[in-house]
């Protein structure tokens, strides 16, 4: 029998009217890895982020040998054997490397308010030695490593002090070979000193290979644990994906031409750090999906399209070799843009819904060089009732609206401008299902009248339901595209982007 | 043969790291100097003269000391001209009635306790540092007038040690090491560094963000009650101020506080902070030398405060700066 080292218990979360994680009971034993594995938004990060206190607990709770664990941030929780390798940089500029391993831990070292540097310095090198990484000086800057040596520093902060919990989320694609080496290297350690590793990726192979055993979450629901001796990595997809289209709100059409006209070509484009070497073309009246893992960089398409990349280079050119390369000439040349983050980028917020409609159209409702209120409340007004924006009047500030009626002003303002190419970025991320169904046909009507769309999104559903082309990305670059077809599924998409 | 080298890297790098930024520092004086001497041979540069540069710039670089702790954090206090104005008059005043011990309690309370204040406020009301202590400054002042019924305070020639060597060199010293003592040798500064770095991950870390706000803030003002008698001293007199007139002795410590933030990587920001109220203290002197009018000083102040923030600050590319 084996032995359960944590056992979660009807944990929930939710995020407004997004239900993350749903009563997910699961126990992780003693001396095994563990792979956590899910498409985007399956919840397996906010699952993890509960357990290391990064967020709260809806309700149910953490069994940590036998206790339940109650912390509220990370460095209690290590206190408590449960320690974290996070996505993202975890370790902080302008501290030593010493200091990093020893952040929140620092008192051991202190006597009297003096902090004894001297013996930190020396147990993080006697550290960094034991783990290999001579080549690392404990009392050097963390700024003088790159990512790839940050993140061997993060494995001894996570493990020095041999947790009875090790997550790893998704750490591996930021490393070369080697670096996963040593990493694997720990995992395989810590597992055989009797503790536990829950190892989150998408690289599917890699979790064969390297785990005793699989969860897989879907939509925030715990589906199945398997050994990973027992399954393929095509058992695991179908474990991964099961939704069937829902014809209620997509397209039901297939098959219709799109027209050959190009009114929007994407040459060679590049941004440092986010997207590599793309090219594609965007047709008269087409939908244009792009989908692909959360940071894959789809998102950064959107922004490269619309002129609102940082260092971008290749080209972005309208049909008539207009060139797009700031965000005043997107606009003058009819390009819409919808970011995905809704209120930092999109809307002005603390604004009225009529001011944020006619942000773009000002000089259009200009009359003799004076702007009046007028003009602009029946402008606002006649876009916002087409969509059905739900609102008092079009004088009530934007922050008093939902996500939905925030996103449909967003799309009045665009409307409003008679924009021919829209980019959509992630259109209905924490929007219910009645606005969703709005704005999905407003996208089919949008496209009947010739308009083109790009949608970018982490939702296959939506891209497989909505549009006619979806362009599929990884790392990067552009890695599939698949056209409209009632046969595509969500496990073609995924075998494309992880 | 390739562990070897590998051994070895971080050795160079450490060299540099220790002492590049000193070297360069170092050199910008001698630059420095040797402008000002070519265009004023007779009025700059002797020995002497460059002693009296020196003792100015000891005043402001403790103040650029306190706040370091403030700026590492990515906050400002705009508030230290104030504090010195009130400090310095109290210290005038208690010098009067307790010699040597009110003019070096009275001013380090009183720069704590503003300190505490600017920290309580700012943690409270969360709205922006500069907000606050520009707010508070105007009420600091306020207190100088009250304090003083608009008289000059003048401090007896018998309390002014401070304001010559070997005294005030010797204050200033211990200014300096304590502060290096603080960032080096406590939490206090590795949780200031930790949340001017990330403050999200910081408190993932179990550091508590708001309390060392607060304790940035005392330090902060501490650091300016010492100034306050070094102020007090060297000038030996002090007006009360109103209307934000003690704002233009923010820019001169706020100077030496950006010369440490741009070395920090050099690992000695207290050093920088010291040669670079030097190299400050030098350019204006080298103006009065070359017989430029006090206005030209105030462009050459504000040019060279923008060019430091500049050259030290380095902006995400499209963060919304306001």
């Known amino acids: 029998m084996e032995e359960v080292i944590l056992r979660a218990e009807n944990v929930n979360k939710s995020f407004g009217i997004t239900h993350a994680v749903k009563d997910v009971t699961l126990p992780f034993n003693k001396g095994e890895i563990r792979g956590l594995i899910g498409e985007n938004g399956s919840g397996k990060s906010t699952l993890m982020s509960m357990l290391l206190g990064i967020y709260s607990i809806d309700s149910g709770k953490f069994i940590l040998d036998g206790k339940e664990l109650n912390v509220n941030n990370q460095v209690e929780a290590n206190r408590n054997g449960v320690s974290i390798i996070v996505q993202e940089m975890g370790t902080l500029s302008g501290l030593t490397v010493a200091e990093n391993i020893f952040l929140g831990n620092e008192d051991r070292f202190v006597k009297f308010g003096i902090k004894n540097t001297t013996a930190m310095n020396r147990e993080a090198q006697a550290l960094l030695d034991k783990y290999g990484f001579n080549r690392i000086d404990a009392t050097m800057m963390i700024d003088n490593y790159d990512f790839e040596d940050r993140k061997l520093i993060e494995i001894v902060k996570a493990t020095y002090f041999d947790p009875k919990v090790l997550v790893i989320d998704e750490t591996t694609t930021a490393l070369s070979q080697s670096g996963r080496d040593e990493l694997y290297k720990h995992m395989n350690r810590i597992r055989d000193e009797g503790n536990t590793v829950i190892f989150i990726s998408h690289d599917l192979a890699e979790v064969i290979k390297y785990t005793n055993s699989i969860s897989v979450l879907r939509d925030g629901v715990l589906i199945d644990t398997v050994q990973s001796s027992d399954v393929t990595e095509d058992d695991l997809k179908k474990l991964m994906v099961g939704r069937v289209l829902d014809d209620r709100y997509y397209r039901t059409d297939y098959g219709e031409a799109v027209s050959d006209d190009v009114v929007l070509s994407v040459k060679n484009v590049s941004v440092p750090g986010e997207i590599k070497n793309m090219s594609f073309e965007l047709h008269k009246g087409e939908i244009l999906g792009i989908g692909g893992l959360s940071e894959c960089g789809m998102h950064e398409v959107g922004k490269a399209v619309f002129g609102a990349s940082y260092d971008r280079t290749g080209e972005v050119t309208l049909a008539d070799g207009t060139p797009i390369n700031s965000i005043t000439t997107a606009i003058k040349h009819s390009i819409a843009y919808a970011s995905k983050d809704r209120d930092n980028e999109s809307l002005v917020i603390n604004d009225s819904i009529s001011d944020n409609i006619c942000l773009p159209s000002m000089d259009s409702l200009r009359v003799n060089n004076i702007l009046l209120n007028k003009h602009l409340n029946e402008f606002a007004n006649k876009y916002a009732k087409l969509i059905s924006v739900k609102m008092v009047d079009v004088n009530q500030f934007v922050s008093d609206l939902s996500g939905g009626n925030k996103q449909k002003v967003v799309l009045a303002r665009w409307i409003g401008k008679n924009s021919d190419i829209v980019v959509l970025d992630s259109p209905t991320r924490g929007i219910d299902v009645k606005v969703k169904a709005d704005i999905y046909a407003l996208m089919s009507e949008m496209k009947k009248q010739g308009k083109s769309i790009i949608v970018i999104s982490e939702e296959i559903m939506e891209l497989l339901g909505m549009c006619d082309r979806i362009l599929v990305m990884k790392d990067g670059a552009l890695s599939g595209e698949f056209m409209r077809s009632p046969t595509l599924t969500e496990e073609d998409f995924i075998a494309k982007m992880v | ?322």
């Open chain 2, 1 to 322: 043969m390739s562990l070897k080298e590998s051994t070895q890297k971080p050795k160079t790098n450490k060299f540099v790291n220790n002492y590049l930024g000193i070297i360069l520092l170092l050199l910008l004086v001698a630059v420095i100097w040797a402008i000002f001497k070519i265009l004023a041979p007779g009025n700059f540069g002797s020995p002497d003269k460059m002693l009296s540069y020196l003792q100015s710039s000891l005043i402001y670089a403790v103040g650029g000391c306190g706040l370091y702790f403030i700026c590492v954090m990515g906050l400002f206090d705009f508030s230290i001209g104030a504090n010195v104005v009130l400090s310095s008059i109290l210290a005038c005043v208690f010098a009067q009635k307790f010699g040597y011990a009110g003019l070096i309690l009275v001013p380090i309370i009183c720069g704590t306790l503003i300190g505490l204040l600017n920290g309580i406020v700012y943690i409270k009301l969360h709205i922006p540092s500069m907000i606050v202590t520009v707010g508070l400054a105007l009420i600091y002042e306020s207190l100088s007038v009250f304090a003083t019924q608009g008289q000059e305070q003048i401090l007896q020639s018998a309390n002014c040690a401070f304001g010559t060597y070997p005294a005030n060199l010797i204050l200033a010293l211990c200014a300096f090491f304590l502060t290096a003592l603080i960032i080096k040798y406590t939490k206090i500064g590795t949780y200031t560094y930790a949340i001017g770095s990330n403050e999200y991950v910081a408190k993932n870390m179990g550091v508590s963000v708001n309390k060392y706000k607060v304790v940035a803030f005392v330090l902060c003002g501490f650091f300016v009650g010492v100034m306050s008698i070094l102020t007090i001293s060297y000038g030996t007199s002090m007006t009360a101020a109103s209307s934000l007139s003690s704002m233009g002795r923010n820019f001169t410590p706020l100077m030496g506080t950006f010369f440490g933030l741009a070395f920090r990587k050099y690992g000695k920001p207290i050093t920088a902070i010291v040669i670079g109220e030097f190299i400050i203290s030098m350019i204006f002197n080298g103006f009065v030398a070359i017989g430029a009018p006090s206005t030209v000083q105030n462009v050459v102040t504000g040019a060279a405060l923008l060019l430091i923030v500049m050259v030290t600050t380095k902006p995400v590319k499209g963060i919304v700066v306001k």
